[in-house]
Antibody, heavy 123, light 110 residues
Framework: QVQLVQSGTEVKTPGASVKVSCKSS????????ILWVRQAPGQGLEWMGR????????SYAQKFLGRVTMTRDTSISTAYMELSRLTSDDTAVYYC????????????????WGQGTLVTVSS | QSALTQPRSVSGSPGQSVTISCTGT?????????VSWYQQHPGKAPKLIIY???KRSSGVPDRFSGSKSGNTASLTISGLQAEDEAEYYC??????????FGGGTKLTVL
């Protein structure tokens, strides 16, 4: 079945970077966008950015420009999200999710979601 | 990239109907028929329930329906059941490969 499996819990100190992985299975990795979404404790969902695994093309939410980098390794069907210069405000669960659509609009809806990766930033 | 506006909470009794609104602008909700809705239970990952404004995801009961008028999308849940109690988020394409979520709505089944 289609599945996205994320890396485990991370604890980081302020100023550090974190890199979360998202391994896909059950479908052709390069055929579907991957989006990254985060959710701070008790807060809503926040779109961070997307990557086209076929081309490596990315787009990021303005809030994260200059601090986030999304990459992929097609040989192991895995997408990565790296966030730098962490602060306590970056404490959140980070999700990856597959985009679905058609050639006109490749990411119109999103399913399935990874299980989430908790990143805690604390001194 | 401002968040879409959703009511913070809605409630209804079992068997009743509730509607959750999601208001954006002509640059997101109003500009594209690419609105999707997600249900999230506490401690769980979100689950797709509606896509392309009004299409139900596989396995989602027909009690769930979506619509859009102008810059506002809506999710209606009829015949409320206890398991519908959850947080609901709308999500819209906003052009140039960007997307935006609504702030989320907590549904309480009384």
């Amino acid at each position: 079945q289609v599945q996205l499996v994320q890396s485990g819990t991370e604890v980081k100190t302020p100023g550090a970077s974190v890199k979360v992985s998202c391994k896909s299975s059950g479908y052709t990795f390069t055929a579907y966008y991957i989006l990254w979404v985060r959710q701070a404790p008790g807060q809503g969902l926040e779109w961070m950015g997307r990557i086209n695994p076929h081309s490596g093309g990315t787009s990021y939410a303005q809030k994260f420009l200059g601090r986030v980098t999304m990459t992929r390794d097609t040989s192991i069907s895995t997408a990565y999200m790296e966030l730098s210069r962490l602060t306590s405000d970056d404490t959140a669960v980070y999700y990856c999710v597959r985009g679905l659509g058609d050639t006109a609009m490749p990411a119109r809806w999103f399913d399935p979601w990874g299980q989430g990766t908790l990143v805690t930033v604390s001194s | 990239q401002s968040a879409l506006t959703q009511p913070r909470s809605v409630s209804g009794s079992p068997g009743q109907s509730v509607t959750i609104s999601c208001t954006g602008t002509s640059s997101d909700v109003g500009g594209y028929n690419y609105v999707s809705w997600y249900q999230q239970h506490p401690g769980k990952a979100p689950k797709l329930i509606i896509y392309d404004v009004s299409k139900r995801s596989s396995g989602v009961p027909d009690r769930f329906s979506g619509s859009k008028s102008g810059n506002t999308a809506s999710l209606t849940i009829s015949g409320l059941q206890a398991e519908d109690e959850a947080e609901y988020y709308c999500f819209s394409y906003a052009g140039t490969y960007t997307w935006v979520f609504g702030g989320g709505t907590k549904l309480t089944v009384l």
